[in-house]
């Protein structure tokens, strides 16, 4: 079993959004993103899954944002939100012998956090 934690303050994430046009398609697939921005408060949903992504990266042992594109993970369903991997992510998982990843997001209404356990 491997395990990846992740804890990130909204307020940095909304700066992000508002300097960064290209943070969201940069970051996030498309459905995501509509998820996201369907939301009442837009950035706490996106910071809740910049956590997930991050999470699942070091769950992996991938080195987070240097070695993998953050596309290659997709935060999918709810309320108990899936694991959607593509690219050197899903190959380095398969290497791995990882099983199915779990992740648990959570928010305040300052911090956004993730934990992933991948069975391998």
Known sequence: MRVGVDLIEIERVRRTLARY????????????????DSRP????????????????????????AVHFAWREIEIAGRPKPSVRLSGRLLERAERLGAGEIELSMTHSKELAAAVAVVDV
């Open 41 to 64: 408060n837009p950035a706490q949903h996106y910071a809740a899954r910049f956590a997930g992504k991050e999470a699942v990266g070091k769950a992996l042992g991938f080195g987070v």
């Open 21 to 36: 046009a290209d943070f969201r398609a940069r970051c996030f697939t498309d459905s995501e993103r509509a998820y996201c």
